[in-house]
């Protein structure tokens, strides 16, 4: 008798591993960068989960949100990351044919600029426009650091985590 062919779209048990280990990694790495506000890596490992990964790299992102919001709390902050970050991977997926470090990191640094923007748009509903605009206005400073922060990191950081993340996966991995 013959073992049943893997279905499209189910994870295999080193992928289950592979996604949670990494939805963890991104998890600790903010913590670990957490004394430099708005400055992590969060974006540069769901930018390279989602071109080792594709699709798949979702998993990891809920993962990680989800770590978010046990430690946390499950305020409203929460509910926008259950967007934004699926957001910066389906844009990763879309683009993960490239392989320039600065196209990545413009990308990063663009996320990072419009975080605040994205994050803004429950309020919207909550207590309308001038709401939404005020909390918007509020955190550019600290979207414009989350900005550069993004695109320096990426840009520096891009290759050499990429070289290791091919090190560690195998082709198997990464169906």
């Known amino acids: 008798m013959s073992s049943p062919s893997p279905q499209a779209g189910k994870l295999s048990i080193k992928e289950i591993s592979a996604l949670s280990i990494i939805g963890a990694l991104i998890f600790a790495a903010k913590m670990a960068m957490a004394a430099l506000p708005n400055i992590s890596l969060n974006a540069l490992l769901i930018i390279l989960t989602a071109v080792f990964f594709g699709w798949k790299a979702l998993y990891a992102v809920g993962v990680y949100v989800m770590l978010e919001g046990l430690v946390f709390g499950f305020g409203l902050w929460w509910l926008c990351y259950w967007y934004l970050w699926p957001l910066l991977a389906a844009l990763a997926v879309l683009m993960r044919k490239n392989d320039s470090p600065l196209i990545w990191a413009v990308l990063a640094g663009l996320f990072g600029l419009c975080f605040g923007a994205l994050c803004s748009i429950p309020y919207i509903f909550i207590g309308g426009w ?3 605009f005020s909390y918007w206005i509020s ?6 650091v989350h900005c550069a922060g993004n695109f320096v990191l990426t840009l520096v950081l891009y290759k050499p985590l990429h070289r290791a993340m ?3 996966l195998t082709k198997e991995d990464i169906k």
Do not use: H
């Not at 955190?139 to 414009?144: A, R, S």
């Open 166 to 168: 091919a090190a560690v």
């Open 139 to 144: 955190g550019l400073p600290f979207d414009l």
């Open 130 to 132: 001038a709401m939404a």
